[in-house]
């Protein structure tokens, strides 16, 4: 069982920028893939951002304007979020799929409200 905890949501203002985390519980060296996704209400749940150790995949939604990261040494993934727009807003979910069929994994979700 891997735990992801997620952190860093908020309130912030059109343009405005904030970063997210999520720690994993499990070695790094057990994970394949990393990302974020996000659920507004009434919408369903959508790919933001994805890493691996090779490669990086965003929505064309957040294209030049999110970036994702990660700090192998302490497991843990990050969403560094610029130039807000109030369609962003929605509860942010951190996904962990691990290696050798072990499994995917969900964090229990951030809410970001980008408003004036």
């Known amino acids: 069982q891997v735990q992801l905890v997620e952190s860093g949501g908020g309130l912030a203002q059109p343009g405005g920028s904030l970063r997210l985390s999520c720690v994993a519980s499990?070695?790094?060296?057990?994970?394949?893939?990393m990302g974020w996704y996000r659920q507004a209400p009434g919408k369903q749940r959508e790919l933001v951002a994805t890493?691996?150790?090779?490669?990086?995949n965003y929505a064309d939604s957040v294209k030049g304007r999110f970036t994702i990261s990660r700090d192998n040494a302490k497991a843990t993934v990050y969403l560094q979020m610029n130039s807000l727009k109030p369609e962003d807003t929605a509860v942010y979910y951190c996904?962990?799929?691990?290696?050798w069929g072990l499994g995917n994994y969900w964090g229990q979700g951030t809410q970001v409200t980008v408003s004036s």
């Open positions: 890493i691996t150790s090779r490669t990086t």
């Open positions: 499990a070695s790094i060296n057990s994970i394949n893939r």
């Open positions: 996904n962990a799929d691990l290696k």
